[in-house]
């Protein structure tokens, strides 16, 4: 009697000590929510807003969806930023071609596009991996931005090709101001951000990561490879091309092929590497990461009396040094150090 006990209490405890964690993680975030929605508002600048939050969010939707092609179905891209360059053009065309339009559908609407020519991209990853497919998504950059450079139906036949966004405008209300649009961006950014997790613990996820470990076997146990990989470029290039109409529309207020060149992808690249591959939370880490790093460097080198070409120099040792780093060290990135440091916090004072 006494051991059936004992065993019971030990299985209770055991049940209660993974619950706890689970439940310490939802008030967490709970908190962080209500500081972002009730508090930032109220004593950010609108610097903050325009220099650093809002492009954070829009940063951290794009790496989420490089994170579920890359991190979660192992297919390697480089052309996150053409998909964001569609999802923007097709956002603005739909908005000035279809009188009355939400923005907010037409927001929809431009990453459907992008998913759309994600799929059609996607298809040569029924064939290639690694770097061939890298390369393959590679000519997606380079064909999308000389697309939109050279057929000026897209850009409204303008001369110069950097054409003025229209106004964010929802239910009339108008998101013209720093912390408006950095509301906005917000609550899409979470929706999107919910969607993707319970899509990772759902039968979707569970394929791509399948496919991603060993795709034979995937296929052997009743996963099709060639549903779920371009399920995961669509999905993917949906997310970016969302990103990239909030990226014209909430940031920069132009809408231009330029603002999506090739370093923006890298860019969004490294932010999955540094945050974490395979990792939700590492898409947001590796994004604040990348938007902060600059002006920490900027600081320091102000500080240091060193001129601007030294500062933009270091930016580039430094973030070559950290992927290096990560790769080498930490493969998981941000992420995976956070993991860690949260359960020791747990366990301190008493590691036993």
Known sequence: MFYR???????????DSQILPIRQDRIGIATLLAFAFLVVPLIASPYAFSAILIPFLIFALAALGLNILTGYAGQLSLGTAAFMAV???????????VPGIPVLVAFILGGLCAAAVGIVFGLPSLRIRGFYLAAATLATQFFVVWCLTKIRWFTNYSSSGVITAQKITIFGYSFDTPASKYLLTLGIVCV???????????????????????????????FR???????????????????????????????????YSLDLSFRILFMII???????????????????????????????????????????????????????????????????????????????
Not at 197 to 212: E, F, L, T, Y
Request: hydrophobic share 55%; net charge positive.
């Open 192 to 222: 999107m951000a919910v969607l993707a997790k319970n899509m990772i613990r759902s039968n979707v996820g569970r394929s791509w990561m399948a496919v991603r470990d060993m795709d034979v076997a995937a296929e052997v146990i009743g």
């Open 225 to 259: 490879p060639m549903r779920t990989k371009l399920l995961a470029f669509a999905v993917s290039s949906f997310y970016c091309g969302v990103a990239g109409a909030l990226y014209a529309y909430a940031y920069l207020g132009t809408v231009e092929p330029e603002a």
């Open 5 to 15: 006990e004992a065993g019971q209490f030990k299985t209770t405890y055991q049940a």
């Open 87 to 97: 999802g923007a053009f097709a956002a603005y065309n739909f908005i000035l071609r």
């Open 274 to 352: 540094i945050g974490g591959v395979g990792s939700i939370l590492g898409s947001f880490l590796g994004a604040a990461f990348i938007v902060l790093l600059p002006i920490w460097l900027n600081m320091f080198a102000h500080a240091l009396g060193l001129p601007t070409s030294v500062a933009s120099n270091l930016e580039l040792m430094v973030f070559g040094a950290l992927i290096i780093f990560f790769l080498i060290v930490e493969p998981h990135g941000l992420a995976r150090l956070w993991q860690i440091a949260k359960e020791k916090l747990r366990l301190w004072p008493f590691p036993y």
